[in-house]
């Protein structure tokens, strides 16, 4: 080893889920919305002045950020943009993460939590999930650094009721409490009903999966002015403009047609519910899903098998390779037609079996 | 204070640079470049598939990768991209300055270094600039943690010689040594032909000022592999889609137009040749400008006033209001047209003083 790789900074590398790229494919493995974008995206990208590029663009995403405000009913003071919700969550951990004491989270969960806690050199304590996977509040009474669960929960699907985090906030007011709502849009109420109520409580959402925009990389925190401060006085120290002219039109376009926003969700809720049918039908189990994808186990097949049967189809889901969850698919919810294709490729597969 | 403000971290807030947005200005202030981006890149936002946007874009951003990679014959795993330049030092800062012993940099230089270096935690030492601007090797042969400057160097346009380069290198070969390109389109040898000689220098470049995209937000590092993978795991670890789906399709556009790339730098470093003769005329001094900006005092007017005066009449250049560079403003060299009014407005100005 040379001397300057002494200095460099040593983490678990993070593996991206696998995007495979074939004109044939079923892609039902990460969550993304098989809708495309709302109409008028295509309208702002023939009207995009390209000259405007050779420009900066505006550093506080003014027009994103007065856009999300105006739809979500807070002040432009208690929204915060960043590139995707990862880069807000990342963002997020080093702003409100800086105590000795661990922070916590449940031990089924989305898989960066500890790789930022890591790169950040952060504490952490995982909690684990009822057997169920629902959270349980007291896991998060005693004295922490922090609080970040996503609602619902990924993998499972599992949506937790605002009282239960009405219950964590009300234990936890000495700290930062985030609620990662990436999938909140296919579930029941979002926590920010309580940022008014709480100055603590920080929620982010995406505009990748609901918003089908997983590809333009936009996601936001929604808290008190407080919280919002502290995040960009971050932010700023780090990257002054991250939100790039595209993103800034796009992502405006996306929040004003709230009509097609939720026809896609009401068309991707629908398919859930059948996709619900099917799978049982077929003998598989599942927490009840609250979120575009469904965690689905299977009494006689092994997870792993399947997820290979499958894949030699190319039609790809989900599979963690992890203690407890290893015996569970994620199915993304795609369009009827796709989840046609799966529930008849797993009806011969399994008749065969 | 209430006590989750404990736990966040504290930052001197980096305020970034201001952007007036007046159809009637002339904006010299921000060092963006006075032509539009190549024009292949209208054709890619007409042709832009909309629905890609639903799916993420390449974490690898092999597209982006391979096209930087042909056009600098590298390997492509010799190419770091990120959301631009200011996105590819963070993750520099934060990837090799792992040291308890002080990074090296200016005293004079691009002024979020500091910010960085405090944001991370990492301690740094500032080595005064000679009177003349030049960066004087010597003050970088002792024990550090790392060393960065950029070249030309910012705010004052100066080049530095790649025989400086290598003289730092070879005295710094237990670190990683970071050199900021930022505007070396504009100047002279990059220091690019040492990456294969040194594996501990890292060469940072932009895609914001010589190719005519500073709100696309796209900037790229060019090293040996294994500083490269490196920067990757921490990125992965940080945010695993950093580049959205536009940013790669124009991004490749604008490194493919290799034509339009020397025309538009052989009109700028023309008009740069022609505003140092006017501001000499006028009786300005400057160090002799290698970067799409010029850094310009008189013996006779405060910077303070003249920045003043230039921004009464919509003509926005940079203003540092810091020691030693506070009599100096830095012009950004726009279009003949605008550094016509700009001269034709300092002149009548300097007439009535």
């Known amino acids: 080893m040379k001397a300057w790789q002494d200095k460099v900074r040593r983490v678990t590398p993070y593996t991206p889920g696998e995007q495979p790229n074939k004109a044939s494919m079923i892609k039902l493995n990460t969550n993304e919305n098989p809708y495309p974008p709302a109409p008028g995206v295509r309208r702002i990208l023939d009207s995009f002045d390209e000259d405007r590029l050779r420009l900066y663009p505006d550093p506080a995403a003014t027009s994103l950020v007065a856009a999300l405000a105006d739809r979500y009913g807070v002040g432009r ?3 915060f943009v960043g590139v995707g919700s990862d880069d807000v969550l990342a963002m997020a951990f080093l702003t409100f993460f800086n105590s000795d004491k661990p922070i916590f989270f449940p031990d089924i969960t989305y898989s960066f939590y500890p790789v930022w806690a890591d790169l950040y050199r952060i504490p952490y304590e995982t909690k684990a999930l009822r057997e169920d996977f629902s959270i349980r509040a007291e896991d998060y009474y005693p004295d922490n650094g922090g609080v970040i669960f996503p609602n619902p929960n990924a993998p499972t699907s599992r949506y937790e009721s605002l009282s239960l985090i009405r219950d964590v906030l009300d234990h936890n007011q000495d700290v930062v409490v985030i609620i990662d709502e990436a999938y909140i849009d296919f579930a029941g109420e979002s926590a920010l009903s309580l940022v008014a109520e709480y100055d603590n409580l920080l929620v982010v959402q995406t505009f990748s999966k609901s918003r089908s925009m997983a590809g333009m990389r936009i996601g936001y925190a929604i808290g008190q002015p407080d919280l919002i401060r502290a995040l960009n006085d971050v932010k700023y120290s780090f990257n002054s403009y991250t939100m790039n002219q595209t993103s800034l039109a796009i992502g405006v376009e996306a929040v004003r047609d709230e009509a097609y926003f939720r026809r896609t969700l009401d068309m991707i809720c629908a398919t859930r519910e059948a996709a619900k049918a099917s799978f049982t039908e077929l003998g598989f189990t599942f927490p009840e899903p609250s979120a575009n994808f469904i965690f689905v186990t299977h009494p006689d097949y092994e997870a792993a098998e399947l997820f290979k049967a499958l894949r030699e189809k190319d039609i790809y889901v989900r ?35």
């Not at 569970?328 to 008749?351: C, H, N, P």
């Open 319 to 353: 599979y963690f390779d992890k203690p407890v969850i290893n015996r569970y698919l994620r199915v993304t919810i795609g369009t009827d037609e796709q989840m046609a294709a799966l529930f008849a490729f797993l009806k011969s597969y399994m008749k065969k079996g």
């Open 77 to 79: 003071d208690q929204v």
